[in-house]
């Protein structure tokens, strides 16, 4: 029951009805060539979900969710829902008319007709969807659990875990925030909010990789989602104990806060040290530019890079730590000031691969102590498997889990 007294089916209900109306209406898809610049359309179907190896857009939305079905069969109409609504919100397309006597399908915020704008809608599940709840125990994929504390870490737990994720993506806020809304009211009800981040990502200045909040470069050395053997390898599931995961991913989402006011008092020198990269350039203390491969091996004391640097803990370049590289997809994020008067700002950082201990916390573990953690703090977040991706009109999300 929900808390006014009304059963929660009946908002999934009325929520999926809502869904088969945009179809049934024939509500106004972008056609081909509707669909090139300025309103591109991600497509939604695929054997992956997109937002992943998809470009990353200048916005973002990440949110857990509490699930609050009281069975199966309900949860199971909640994945349609969502389904319907993404398959909807990322083509974009005029809402259907309700009549003057009903309140509107749509909260108007994008005007009549929502734009696709690059949307991406990508759905995960934590561990905690497994209990008991809805006999999905034994479908559980053993290496999916809650996000490990890990030393340096200052976790709040209203801001930890949850049973569902969704990360919305677009070349605009406004886009993002609309999506959000749509999702929350078709679902209203079936699930609740546990935790939202939002994040931006800054345009390159003045060129190749954008900037986090510190000043430096985030993410330079990233896989490239071009290569499809690659993406196999590292991002995409394959051969898990659990046959309904393959081609999903897993996603670690943490907000990590960054004590800006302290590291904006820290020499430029030690600035570079400690990331053990040139702010201006990005390029390694050893090369001249962003995108020179450091050269370890040749300076194995640490004279040009130190050993404590972040970018020589988290990946070694060494062929026992190459098994274990993350594709990275984080965001910049701005919360205004504290109860104390401090800035609330840091990163949202997203990554995707395809085993969480052999790749996300084995580099998490090579980075304890490291110097910068005096300057920052991790402070919530969780572990997700994305699902599979929606391959057609008949399939939905989750179908593998829950049949």
């Known amino acids: 029951m929900s808390s006014n007294g009304t059963p929660?089916?009946?908002?999934?209900?009325?929520?999926?009805?809502?869904?088969?109306?945009?179809g049934a209406t024939g509500a106004t898809l972008p056609t081909r060539a509707e669909a090139t610049a300025p309103d591109p359309v991600v497509p939604f179907h695929g054997i992956h979900?997109?937002?992943?190896?998809?470009?990353?857009?200048?916005?973002?939305?990440?949110?857990?969710?509490?699930?609050?079905?009281?069975?199966?069969?309900?949860?199971t109409d909640l994945f349609k829902t969502l389904t319907e609504r993404a398959r909807f919100l990322t083509a974009g397309g005029t809402p259907p008319d309700p009549g003057i006597s009903a309140p509107p399908t749509d909260s108007g915020v994008l005007g009549p007709t929502v734009p696709a704008d690059r949307l991406t809608v990508t759905v995960g599940v934590g561990a905690s969807l497994f209990d008991d709840r809805y006999g999905l125990a034994n479908r559980k994929p053993k290496q999916l659990t809650p996000m490990t504390t890990f030393?340096?870490?200052?976790?709040?737990?209203?801001?930890?875990?949850?049973?569902?994720?969704?990360?919305?993506?677009?070349?605009?806020?406004?886009?993002?925030?609309?999506?959000l809304r749509d999702i929350a009211r078709h679902t209203r009800g079936a699930m609740q909010m546990r935790w939202r981040y939002e994040g931006f990502n800054s345009p390159p200045r003045p060129a190749g990789t954008p900037r986090?909040?510190?000043?430096?470069?985030?993410?330079?050395?990233?896989?490239d989602t071009n290569d499809a053997a690659l993406m196999d390898r590292m991002v995409w599931v394959q051969h898990n104990d659990q046959p309904w995961t393959t081609n999903g991913s897993y996603q670690v989402v943490r907000r990590i806060r960054m004590l800006v006011e302290f590291w904006d008092r820290v020499s430029i020198n030690e600035q570079e040290n400690m990331f053990g990269r040139r702010r201006d350039t990005g390029a390694p203390l050893d090369g001249n530019h962003e995108n020179d491969v450091p050269n370890f091996a040749a300076d194995p004391i640490g004279?040009?890079?130190?050993?404590?640097?972040?970018?020589?803990?988290?990946n070694p370049r060494t062929p026992q730590s190459?098994?274990?590289?993350?594709?990275?997809?984080?965001?910049?994020?701005?919360?205004?000031?504290?109860?104390?008067?401090?800035?609330?700002?840091?990163?949202?950082?997203?990554?995707?691969?395809?085993?969480?201990?052999?790749?996300?916390?084995?580099?998490?573990?090579?980075?304890?102590?490291?110097?910068?953690?005096?300057?920052?703090?991790?402070?919530?977040?969780?572990y997700f498997l994305v699902l599979p991706g929606v391959q057609n009109t008949e399939d939905y999300l989750g179908r593998g889990l829950l049949t």
Not at 212 to 223: A, C, P, Q, R, V
Not at 307 to 312: A, V
Request: hydrophobic content about 40%.
């Open 8 to 22: 929660r089916r009946a908002f999934l209900w009325g929520a999926l009805g809502a869904g088969v109306a945009v």
């Open 49 to 75: 979900q997109a937002g992943i190896i998809t470009p990353a857009q200048p916005h973002a939305v990440h949110v857990a969710f509490d699930v609050l079905t009281d069975n199966r069969a309900e949860l």
């Open 151 to 179: 030393p340096n870490d200052h976790l709040d737990p209203a801001e930890s875990h949850g049973d569902l994720s969704v990360q919305l993506c677009a070349d605009n806020r406004d886009t993002v925030v609309h999506a």
């Open 212 to 223: 986090n909040l510190m000043g430096f470069k985030d993410g330079t050395s990233n896989l």
């Open 303 to 314: 004279s040009a890079i130190p050993l404590t640097s972040h970018i020589r803990r988290a």
């Open 322 to 382: 190459d098994d274990s590289r993350i594709l990275r997809r984080p965001y910049n994020y701005d919360r205004g000031v504290d109860t104390v008067g401090n800035l609330d700002m840091g990163l949202v950082f997203v990554c995707y691969q395809q085993d969480l201990q052999r790749q996300f916390e084995a580099i998490q573990n090579r980075l304890a102590d490291e110097p910068l953690v005096d300057y920052i703090q991790p402070v919530g977040g969780g």
